[in-house]
């Protein structure tokens, strides 16, 4: 993937998201991003919106493997919430 697709996409996985927000992140993405959030945000780490606010401060640096999943678990969401 080129660096301008994976700036983009992450900018659009990180992007405000009421609907999606309110229900966390999926199993999936919680395991593919747990390193990741260990990492940067081991001080919030079991608080759910500051949590989610450093990941989205650190998306630059998050692993390959975190940004797939998410991106993944994403396009799930918006299909279901479309009703396709």
Same mark, same amino acid.
């Given at each position: 993937? @080129?660096?301008?697709?994976?700036?983009? *996409? *992450?900018?659009?996985?990180?992007?405000?998201? #009421?609907?999606?927000?309110?229900?966390? #992140?999926? #199993?999936?993405?919680?395991?593919?991003?747990? $390193? $990741?959030?260990?990492?940067?945000?081991?001080?919030?780490?079991? +608080? #759910?919106?500051?949590? =989610?606010?450093?990941?989205?401060?650190?998306?630059? +640096?998050?692993?390959?493997?975190?940004? *797939?999943?998410?991106?993944? $678990?994403?396009? +799930? =969401?918006? +299909?279901?919430? @479309? @009703?396709?």
């Amino acid at each position: 993937m @080129g660096k301008l697709r994976v700036v983009i *996409t *992450t900018m659009l996985l990180f992007a405000n998201a #009421p609907a999606f927000a309110a229900s966390g #992140p999926s #199993p999936a993405v919680r395991q593919a991003c747990m $390193d $990741d959030a260990r990492r940067f945000c081991s001080s919030v780490l079991f +608080q #759910p919106e500051k949590r =989610r606010d450093c990941m989205r401060a650190h998306r630059m +640096q998050l692993s390959e493997r975190c940004r *797939t999943a998410a991106i993944e $678990d994403r396009m +799930q =969401r918006m +299909q279901k919430a @479309g @009703g396709n």
